[in-house]
């Protein structure tokens, strides 16, 4: 804990860096996610082929598939990103289309006969009531990219991965630890967080 005691502006920095990227990459992913979802609920037969496509890239190894991006963005920040919007889709998509299902019919018939158009609909009726999953699923998500996020330091992108790549090249446990101890406080201050919020929307609805 010496090093990490005596090396707290580095890690703050590298905290801050790791964080632009985790929100970076979770920002594209809703955007695409959305916008699959979007198309699986106009086109229910699409459902098959975007689910599958997504959960293909899930288990493709991450540092192959950094490898692919890099390729064809070179190293930094972006490559990183792009596969951490990747790797979202697997939790987004189906948790939004999930949550979105699962708002009765019997409210949508409400909003319906009092004249909503589809995007009153949309913005008034449905995304309110399923918000608790469409968070539980932001949630899931953004504690898997934080982990990933890490790669970012293997490719020049900064955040916390860059003392963990550099502790295990030196075989520098307190070094690997400064990197790896920060890593896991996001997560679970992440998870904690996106938790509370969960709660507050589900008490909003029962209420």
């Known amino acids: 804990m010496s090093y990490l005691s005596g090396h707290m502006g580095e890690i703050g920095a590298l905290t801050l860096q790791h964080l632009a990227l985790t929100l970076a990459g979770l920002a594209l992913g809703l955007a695409v996610a959305a916008l ?8 229910p037969q699409s459902g098959t082929p975007v689910f599958a496509s997504a959960g293909v890239i899930y288990t493709i190894p991450s540092l192959a598939l950094l490898a692919v991006a890099v390729r ?9 990103v792009l596969i951490l919007a990747a790797y979202a889709q697997f939790i987004l998509v189906r948790g939004i289309v999930t949550a979105l299902r699962e708002v009765p019919e019997a409210q949508l018939d409400a909003a319906r006969g009092l004249g909503m158009s589809a995007t009153q609909e949309l913005w008034r009726v449905r995304l309110p009531l399923a918000a608790p999953v469409l968070l539980g699923s932001i949630r899931l998500a953004t504690v898997a ?15 916390l991965g860059s003392e963990i790549f550099l502790g295990l090249q030196r075989q520098y446990l307190a070094q690997t630890l400064a990197g790896s101890i920060p890593v896991a406080a996001l997560a679970v201050i992440a998870d904690a967080a996106l938790r509370t919020a969960e709660r507050i929307a589900m008490r909003r609805i029962s209420g």
Not at 72 to 80: I, K, M, N, S
């Open 145 to 159: 990219l934080i982990a990933i996020a890490t790669l970012g330091g293997y490719v020049g992108a900064g955040g």
């Open 72 to 80: 064809y963005l070179g190293l930094g920040f972006w490559p990183v």
């Open 36 to 43: 699959l979802a979007w198309l699986v609920m106009r086109v």
